[in-house]
């Protein structure tokens, strides 16, 4: 049997190939194409049970199978199997535009709403009701007739720019590599670091040590690194990638300026084919946020709090650079260099330094027991078929041992996975006629392998960011709705849905948390509470710069997809030109083309909606605030916290969940306090 089509349990990676795929889908979309024809004929009222239901059956089916491909494709990616995804994206791409544009369909679901037993649906279901009618009009199924084979030849182009997109950044960062034979331009790079750097130029049949653009690489060069001219090659590579000015100019194909227009170009079709002035209004339709502007006022505020520290904290980096390292024209590749050295002198420490506090297994440990506590779960070691053998899995339990939920954790970097962290859903907790279906998800990172036999380091910045994805993964995985449509992340607001995941994040600054989650990699002993003091003092360290540079990326997603006209003299750089001068204390070289490489809005979900993280993060402090009031192991209001945030999923609206946690609607000010950007 094709291991596609099981859906009896959890994917079977160790069998799946890229020969599979193609049959797969193909018997899927004739099965669901022919359910749904089935369906429009049938003359009963159609309802919850006749008609939703089936529909959810197999279109889960082929989410489920495409999901797994998709999956495939970012960790495990090869030549053939971005092939056979590639030649499959736009078939699926096609089934979905006609749903999201079937009249018929669409009809149904309104016969539904406004039938006899839409009162006795339940909240969930009437939620899925909702969404859907939304959905139905924001994917074109009230256009004419006419429009309709160019909104659906849209949602494929689209589908498959932003897929070119990825896979010429991967291509691009995965071609470059700069190798140093001389051990004098590798001064000041930590020792493990250089061991990673040697045991790759061995690998590649070179003297000396490799480096590359992916993170645990290019990190420790731009933080560590003495050479100037190291910082200064590795930064020219990193910011150019996928751009016109790749490193390698044979490979203009991988360069993303083109598809960015293409994409802006459709998109802004898109929304106006639909009757939205722009992409970013059409956005913002499903969001939480309502309109543009609100959300321009809302980063302006942020920004206009933020540069006062921005801009003390850029002096304050200059001046030091200046006096202290000899450098009178600090550039950009210098930032990271002589940031880390003025954290070292200002709190006498270093990143590495703590690094050697944080082995993989004790801050998982840590993780898994602060989850336990606050929500009364276990998590236990469990086994299943996984797609590269460091790839770990793991049960979710509560008290009485009853199965809640179950996730993949693929933490280490490799040449054939997307950079990045991210959480993605394989199996979503429902009610079948088999009972309760068990949630399953995949946590991905991408940190330094381990290394002799001993466990993989994290630096305090990695153990924030599993935090962070095990936060997403909890959302999906804790649900209690039974319902598809809004089970787990499902129908949450793309603004909202961030919430949790930040919210982790807070306990990373928690002595009795992380206390309980080091051990040190040579002496074995606990974190000391001086070097924590340290890391607490150190915590909001050009914060100011750091909101800025988030900002700037977030003004520029919305006014990319609201002010900027494709078709005009204005290009892209010149749009993102005007936003740092703006708004921007740190303005970078001229040559760096950081949209090239910025998939979160190019390939990934974050179009006219990067602004959710800034947006996201005031709903997450504000609602850690009442851990800070109540104590913040206190299980009674994790309890609460599980309740009423990640029990309900995309049942309810995101601000009703925060008020019924909260008491209230968010303030912004538990956000300014926990970055520091307040004035005592």
């Not at 495939?72 to 544009?101: D, G, H, I, W």
């Not at 394989?426 to 009610?431: G, S, V």
Request: glycine share 6%.
């Amino acid at each position: 049997m094709n291991p596609l089509l099981d859906f009896s349990g959890l994917p079977r990676f160790a069998e799946i190939k890229p020969e599979h795929v193609t049959p797969a889908i193909d018997e899927l979309l004739t099965r669901n194409r022919a359910l749904t024809a089935r369906l429009l004929q049938d003359t009963v009222e159609p309802g919850w049970g006749n008609f939703v239901q089936p529909f959810e059956d197999a279109n889960e089916q082929l989410s489920r199978a495409w999901g797994q491909v998709g999956h495939l494709n970012m960790v495990m990616n090869s030549p053939e199997l971005r092939e056979v995804y590639n030649a499959n994206l736009p078939k699926v791409t096609q089934y979905y535009a006609e749903l999201a544009q079937n009249l018929a369909l669409y009809q149904k679901y309104k016969a539904i709403r406004n039938g006899n037993g839409y009162a006795e649906l339940n909240a969930a279901q009437k939620k899925v009701i909702e969404n859907e009618l939304r959905d139905f009009r924001l994917g074109g199924a009230e256009l004419p007739e006419e429009k309709k084979a160019r909104f659906m030849q849209v949602q494929e182009d689209l589908s498959a720019l932003c897929s070119k997109f990825s896979d010429n950044l991967l291509d691009a960062t995965n071609a470059y590599s700069c190798v140093v034979e001389d051990e004098q331009d590798i001064s000041g790079i930590p020792a493990d670091e250089r061991q990673v750097a040697a045991e790759a130029a061995t690998e590649a049949g070179k003297k000396g040590w490799l480096f590359t653009l992916k993170a645990p690489s290019y990190g420790p060069v731009m933080q560590y690194a003495d050479s100037r001219d190291l910082r200064e090659r590795m930064y020219r590579a990193f910011t150019t990638r996928a751009s016109e000015l790749l490193a390698d100019g044979s490979k203009m194909d991988w360069n993303n300026t083109p598809l960015m227009s293409r994409i802006l170009k459709l998109r802004a079709e898109e929304a106006q084919m639909l009757g939205f002035p722009n992409y970013a209004e059409l956005s913002l339709a499903s969001k939480m946020a309502e309109t543009p502007r609100q959300v321009a006022g809302f980063l302006l505020e942020l920004a206009q709090r933020a540069r006062p520290f921005a801009e003390k904290d850029l002096d304050e980096l200059r001046a030091f650079a200046a006096a202290q390292l000899n450098m009178q024209d600090l550039q950009a590749w210098d930032i990271g260099y002589a940031s880390e050295k003025l954290r070292q002198q200002r709190y006498a420490f270093s990143e590495q330094e703590v690094k050697q506090y944080f082995p993989e297994d004790a801050v998982r440990a840590g993780l898994f027991g602060l989850v336990e506590t606050l929500f009364g779960l276990r998590i236990e070691p469990s086994t299943a078929p996984v797609w590269h053998d460091t790839v770990r899995f793991f049960d979710i339990r509560d008290d009485n041992g009853q199965l809640i939920g179950q996730f993949y954790l693929d933490l280490y970097a490799r040449a054939s996975k997307r950079g990045g962290a991210w959480m993605d859903d394989a199996i979503t907790r429902r009610r079948t006629a088999k009972g309760i279906q068990t949630p399953v998800a995949y946590l991905n990172c991408n940190f330094a392998s381990p290394l002799g036999g001993k466990p993989a380091l994290f630096t305090h910045d990695e153990v924030n960011t599993l935090f962070h994805e095990f936060g997403h993964g909890l959302h999906h995985l804790l649900t209690q709705v039974e319902e598809l449509g809004v089970s787990g992340i499902s129908g949450v607001e793309w603004d909202a849905v961030e919430l949790p995941s930040q919210f982790m994040e807070n306990f990373c600054w928690e002595w009795d948390v992380l206390q309980g989650m080091t051990r040190h990699s040579e002496t074995g002993e606990k974190l000391p509470r001086a070097l924590f003091d340290k890391i607490i003092a150190a915590k909001n360290f050009q914060s100011g710069l750091q909101m800025l540079r988030q900002i700037e990326f977030s003004l520029f997603d919305l006014r990319l997809h609201s002010d900027y006209d494709a078709n005009g003299k204005q290009s892209v750089q010149q749009l993102l030109d005007a936003v740092r001068k703006e708004v921007a204390v740190l303005i970078p070289p001229s040559f760096n083309r950081f949209q090239n490489s910025f998939s979160h809005i190019f390939a990934g979900g974050y179009a006219a909606g990067y602004y959710s993280y800034k947006w996201a993060e005031v709903l997450s402090a504000d609602a850690y605030s009442l851990f800070e009031e109540n104590g913040v192991l206190d299980a009674a209001t994790g309890s609460h916290f599980r309740q009423e945030i990640l029990a309900v999923g995309g049942s309810r609206d995101a601000m009703d969940s925060f008020i019924a946690f909260r008491g209230r609607e968010p303030k912004i000010d538990a956000l300014l306090r926990h970055n520091g950007l307040v004035t005592d």
